[in-house]
């Protein structure tokens, strides 16, 4: 259990309590301790402003420099609980509690750069490699929960081979490539592991990120989303479509391209993938100014291909071509 970083900064009870805590379970704690030295950090910044400004005789007073202290070094302490300079995140990864800064992270994913594709796939597969085979009725299990409201694939070939059918059967709505479509939505999930929640934790099943507009009328969820403004990425609170499982998931996002006429010229383009990403990008799909390439070094990955190709000749779960 991790300890909450202290509400002010001269409280010494709860450093000494993250202290012990640090102690006990480093890995739980690391997060909180990257924090107090970015508020530091900032404390240093702010004392350097205040030694370049030019001091007024109205505050010269001792006194008045110990409250002004003591109100940097707080307000210093608040910057960086409410996300600060960022000083605290990259810490967090450098001391390899990677692990507690993604259970800190914004419900729907950021999207990851296409450059690292590769080595994400290699990574997360790597552990299914390692791993015993698994026997046909635990496959048939693992089918059987992807509707479950705990569902959330342990590796890529796990979620390709959750969601491979609804993206054939989607795909052939649109008549583009379901590989193209499994992509998208492993970018929009991270392989499924950061799937939008409900506020009572259920699984939203939303895979595309589609939002809940006025024409929507299921039930959605709040989440904060990162999204682009005239090339510059903020964090949003936007509304986002919930529905009942995978299949729901993919049939609303054809139903949704289908029916706009905006994603026409997407669906014009077939399968081939980089005009249909090419034009769900100038469709306004999503604001990020790279999105339809990140999709296209997914598909076009070595370990993306290889890995449709294990699945699709594996004894466990044939999958169709």
């Known amino acids: 259990m991790s300890l909450a970083a202290p509400a002010i900064y001269a409280d010494l009870q709860g450093l000494a309590g993250l202290k012990a805590g640090a102690r006990a379970a480093p890995a739980d704690n690391i997060k909180e301790v990257a924090a107090q030295f970015e508020s530091l950090f900032v404390q240093m910044m702010v004392k350097s402003m205040r030694d370049a400004g030019i001091e007024s005789e109205l505050f010269a007073s001792d006194q008045m420099r ?31 509690g990677r692990g507690a800064l993604d259970a800190a992270a914004p419900e729907r994913p950021a999207t990851a750069t296409g450059l690292d594709v590769q080595r994400q796939l290699n990574a997360l597969s790597s552990r299914r490699d390692a791993a015993p085979p698994v026997s046909p009725a ?46 998208q939505s492993a970018l929009e999930t991270g392989w499924g592991r950061k799937v939008i929640r409900t506020a009572t934790g259920d699984n939203s099943f939303n895979l595309f990120g589609i939002k809940a507009d006025a024409r929507w009328q299921g039930a959605c969820t709040a989440v904060d989303t990162l999204e682009y403004r005239d090339g510059v990425a903020a964090k949003e609170r936007a509304a986002f479509r919930v529905y009942d499982d995978l299949s729901a998931a993919f049939d609303d996002y054809a139903s949704l391209l289908r029916d706009s006429p905006r994603y026409q010229p ?17 469709g306004g799909y999503a604001t990020d100014p790279q999105y339809a390439d990140k999709i296209l070094a997914i598909v076009e990955a070595e370990r993306y291909t290889e890995l449709f190709e294990q699945l699709k000749n594996s004894a466990e779960l044939p999958l169709p071509g």
């Open 266 to 282: 997407a669906l014009a383009g077939g399968r081939d993938n980089r005009a249909f990403l090419q034009g769900l990008q100038a």
């Open 66 to 96: 110990t409250y002004r202290h003591m109100f940097d070094q707080q307000i210093s302490l608040d910057l960086s609980r409410s996300g600060g300079l960022g000083l605290a995140e990259i810490l967090v990864e450098q001391l390899g």
């Open 138 to 183: 635990v496959s048939t299990a693992a089918q059987n929960a992807e509707s479950g409201a705990n569902w959330q694939p342990a590796t890529p070939q796990d979620y390709i081979r959750s969601v491979w059918r609804h993206a054939q059967d989607a795909a052939r709505q649109l008549e583009v490539d379901p590989a193209v479509l499994v992509a």
